[in-house]
Every structure is written in C-alpha cells, then in structure tokens.
C-alpha cells in the first residue's frame, strides 16, 4: 500500500518531535502509510505566543508545498497555525492537532476540558473554539503555567492531573492534553482518573490515516 503522512512539529524542540514519534508509533501498520516526524528547525523553541504562531505560518506552507509525495499532513502543535494557508498549498488532506482532538474529545463525551500550557494560550483556544461552534461545549482550560518544554517533563505530571482534575469538576466528561509535547502524561490520566484523555497528535494521526486508508482502498479496487 505505501504511502506516506507526514507529521510537521512547528517549533524546534527535538524532544517534542521525539515524543510525536513515541505516541504515533502504535498506529503504523506494515506495509505502510509511514509515519514521518519532522522538526522545522526554523521554527521558536515552544509556541506559546500569538506572534509564534504567525512566524511559523509561511514556513509550514513552504513544507506543505514542497513535499509532493505526501499523502496527508499533520500540523502538530495544539495552535493549529498556518492550517488554512496549508490547505490552500495541496490538494491532500491538511489536519491540525487541535482540531482533530476536539473532534475526538466529542466522540467520547459531551463536555471536554483543555489542559493549557497558560493564560495565553487559553485566549488561542477560545477563540479557535468560537470559530468551530464548539465553546459551549467546552468546560473550561485549565492552564499549567508552564513552557513548552517544562510542560513534556514528568515533573510537570502532578500540575497536569490538578488541572485534569479541575476540569472534571468543572463537568468535562473528556480530557485534551493542550500541546502536542504532552503525550507522556496520557497514560497515567487515564489510569489514574478512569476517563478519555486525548493526546492530539494521536488525534490527528488516527485521523490522517483513515483518510489515507480510505483513498487508497479507492485505488486498490480501481487497479483490481
């Protein structure tokens, strides 16, 4: 079958990237589609700022653009920046994070909770919630006040279970881990407090490869 997704970390932490790595890895099927991470090392550290997100907008059109042998993309920071721009740049399938975890997050429950990184990126996400028709079904974002980095760091774990917490209380049914260098922290929520918790990237993956699956069946019945 071959093919190929294509998982884009807008910011230049290796480590993200390596933990993008770690949480697709048990959807890779024999045979293919691959699933390739990518670090943009043009890109900030961590984006935590709305000037971030602009910055690394045109680059990842740029990527988007140049990679023709790619048969769906993957935006993988919880901004979702440049998602509208790099879906003008290809005819292939362009998926952000975000969006795909909230999507994910309402198959599994009727309120979801937001783990943020902070204040700043609370104000990102209402918004981009606002945009899809989905802030009254939002609980509430609980921010961790913390980088990027600090944020993938099993230290971080006990302020990302206080902020889980907060939110089911708040009547989140589904937890969102909101950045895509939370991916550690997944497994223990949900051992710990027994309700989905979506780690983005996996979002976005499972649903970049249905959709490859899906296109590819259409040209495997074709040439049979």
């Known amino acids: 079958m071959g093919g190929t997704i294509l998982l884009i970390n807008p910011n230049s932490n290796p480590e993200v990237t390596a933990g993008m790595a770690r949480a697709v890895a048990p959807l890779g099927l024999a045979g293919g589609p691959a699933l390739e991470c990518m670090t943009m090392a043009s890109g900030p550290f961590g984006i935590e700022t709305q000037r971030h997100v602009e910055e690394v907008t045109l680059p990842l059109r740029e990527i988007v653009a140049s990679r023709g042998d790619v048969d769906a993309f993957v935006i993988a920071c919880f901004s979702d920046p440049g998602l509208a721009v790099c879906r003008e740049a290809t005819t292939r399938p362009v998926l952000g994070i975000r969006e795909c975890a909230v999507m994910s997050a309402l198959m599994q429950g009727d309120r979801f909770g937001v783990v943020a990184l902070g204040p700043s990126s609370i104000k990102r996400q209402y918004r981009a919630f606002r945009e899809m028709?989905?802030?009254?079904?939002?609980?509430?974002?609980?921010?961790?006040?913390?980088?990027?980095?600090?944020?993938?760091?099993?230290?971080?774990?006990?302020?990302?279970?206080?902020?889980?917490?907060?939110?089911?209380?708040?009547?989140?049914?589904?937890?969102?881990?909101?950045?895509?260098?939370?991916?550690?922290?997944?497994?223990?929520?949900?051992?710990?407090?027994?309700?989905?918790?979506?780690?983005?990237?996996?979002?976005?993956?499972?649903?970049?490869?249905?959709?490859?699956?899906?296109?590819?069946?259409?040209?495997?019945?074709?040439?049979?």
């Open 133 to 224: 028709g989905v802030d009254g079904r939002c609980a509430g974002s609980a921010p961790l006040h913390l980088s990027v980095a600090a944020a993938e760091e099993a230290a971080a774990y006990p302020k990302v279970k206080a902020a889980a917490e907060s939110l089911l209380e708040a009547g989140a049914e589904t937890i969102i881990l909101g950045c895509a260098g939370m991916t550690r922290h997944r497994a223990p929520l949900i051992a710990e407090l027994g309700v989905p918790v979506i780690d983005p990237t996996q979002a976005a993956a499972a649903q970049a490869l249905g959709l490859v699956l899906l296109a590819r069946g259409g040209e495997m019945r074709a040439a049979a």
